[in-house]
C-alpha cells in the first residue's frame, strides 16, 4: 500500500543532501585520487529513486494508488497503513542503503588496491 513512501523520503533527504555535499566539494578545489562522496550518495539516490519509482507504478498497476484524495487506498485503515510502512518500508530502505554502503566498501577497496611490484617496476621502466 505505501511501502514505497518511506525509501521516497529517504531519496529526497539523500537529494539535498547531496546537493550539499557537492556544493562543499566544489568549494573545496581539487580532490584527491578517487570517487568523491557526492558521487556515492548518487548512486544511493539512484537506487532508492529507481526502486521507489518502480514500487509506486506496482501499486498504481494493482490499484492501490488513486489518482484523487486520499490517493492511497490504505489511508481507509491508518494503522494498517503506518504498520506497512514501519515494517516493509523501513526494511526496504535499510537493505537499499547497507547494499549501497556495501558497494561503496568494495569500489574503495578496488580503488585503493595497492599495485603489484612488478607493474610497478615496469611502469618505471627498471625491468
Known sequence: MACF??????????????KAVKKKEGKEGAHKAGLRFSEKLGWLNKMLWGGSGLLAFEHLWHGEVSPF???LTGASEPAEMFTEMATNGVGMAAVVTL???GIVGVSG????KEVPAEETAAEEGTV
Open 99 to 101: 547494499v549501497w554502503a
Open 69 to 71: 484524495f486520499p490517493f
Open 5 to 18: 513512501v518511506v525509501p521516497a523520503a529517504e531519496a529526497v533527504v539523500t537529494t539535498v543532501v547531496t
Open 109 to 112: 577497496k578496488i580503488m585503493h
